[in-house]
């Protein structure tokens, strides 16, 4: 029992440390992107995931695939959901 408890454990640390891993991609991106000529203006302006996707992908240094993109995303509002809650 103890072994499947380890895997399990391994599988939650592994799940963490993937959203921890996208949320820090998607913060640095967005910095860089905001400093970019053109870029931050238009991502201000943007309605949807996919078009911030498709403004971030103009940038020779963004290579997330948009699932990765979304996973990044997503943990990010999760972890602002938990810091205005505590």
Do not use: C, W
Request: avoid cysteine; charged fraction near 25%; glycine fraction near 4%.
């Amino acid at each position: 029992m103890s072994e499947m408890h380890d895997i399990h454990d391994n599988d939650e640390a592994q799940e963490v440390s993937e959203e921890q891993r996208a949320i820090d991609q998607i913060t640095h991106i967005l910095l860089h992107a905001l400093t970019e000529d053109g870029i931050g203006e238009q991502l201000e302006h943007a309605k949807s995931q996919q078009e911030v996707y498709k403004l971030l992908q103009t940038l020779p240094y963004f290579k997330l695939t948009f699932e990765e993109f979304q996973l990044g995303i997503q943990a990010l509002r999760q972890q602002q959901e938990e810091i205005h809650q505590g």
